[in-house]
């Protein structure tokens, strides 16, 4: 089946790295996304990464996937107060319709 | 250009109204998707439309009506809506023809008294 899991909250002061974790069961997913939140808004995409791929960095994200562990992570480095918002990850089984299964999201918070 | 836009922003009606949401993209995508979100959850998928045809439909009340009148439009018409309906619908749109990146737009919340 599938099912992806995120850490409800993560809390970190301004200028310190954050790492949002999630975890997925489906080995076959083509992509993993990563999405930002702010509150009253859509989502906005942060960045994506093909399965086949176990690094990507992209200005202040890198993203790490461990396909063995079916383990994601994105880190955000020097974190600023507008990055608060939630974060989802998301994966693509690459069947019809394009689907996402989506975690149900991580609240960063930032301190100033 | 990877923008989505909806209208309107917000909007209020009662149970007893007909309304429509309404979706734009102008990035060339054939697959546009609406999505409900509540509060604090993630986006459930409602309905996809692949080359202006209906290709999912995630089990919706027919309360809620899609329509896509050409590749860059979809709307959501609503009719007898029910207060549990208020949310947040996204419209989200991507190239199509295989897995690919869904780019949403900002949202209509939309309040049923």
């Known amino acids: 089946g599938e099912d992806v899991e995120q850490s409800l909250f993560l809390s970190v002061r301004e200028g310190d790295s954050s790492v949002i974790n999630c975890t997925y069961t489906d080995s076959s997913s083509t992509y993993l996304y990563w999405y930002k939140q702010e509150p009253g808004a859509g989502l906005q995409l942060l960045t994506y990464?093909?399965?086949?791929?176990d690094m990507k960095q992209d200005q202040r994200l890198t993203v790490l996937l461990n396909k063995k562990d079916k383990h994601l992570s994105l880190r955000i480095a020097d974190t600023q107060t507008g990055d608060s918002a939630i974060y989802f990850c998301?994966?693509?089984?690459?069947?019809?319709?394009?689907?996402?299964?989506f975690g149900g999201g991580t609240r960063l918070m930032v301190k100033p | 250009d990877t923008e989505v836009t909806q209208t309107p922003k917000h909007l209020v009606m009662g149970m007893t109204n007909k309304k429509s949401l309404k979706c734009e993209q102008h990035?060339?995508?054939?697959?546009m998707y609406w999505y409900k979100q509540k509060a604090k959850k993630p986006p459930e998928l409602m309905f996809v439309y692949s080359y202006e045809k209906l290709s999912i439909n995630e089990s919706v009340p027919s309360r809620f009506s899609p329509e896509c009148p050409n590749s860059s439009l979809l709307n959501l018409h609503l009719h007898a809506l029910q207060p549990e309906d208020s949310a947040l619908y996204l419209c989200?749109?991507?190239?199509?023809?295989?897995?690919?990146?869904?780019?949403f737009g900002p949202g209509t919340r939309l309040t049923v008294l």
């Open positions: 989200a749109s991507s190239q199509g023809g295989g897995p690919d990146t869904q780019y």
């Open positions: 990035m060339g995508h054939r697959a």
């Open positions: 998301a994966e693509n089984l690459g069947n019809a319709g394009n689907m996402l299964t």
């Open positions: 990464i093909f399965s086949n791929m």
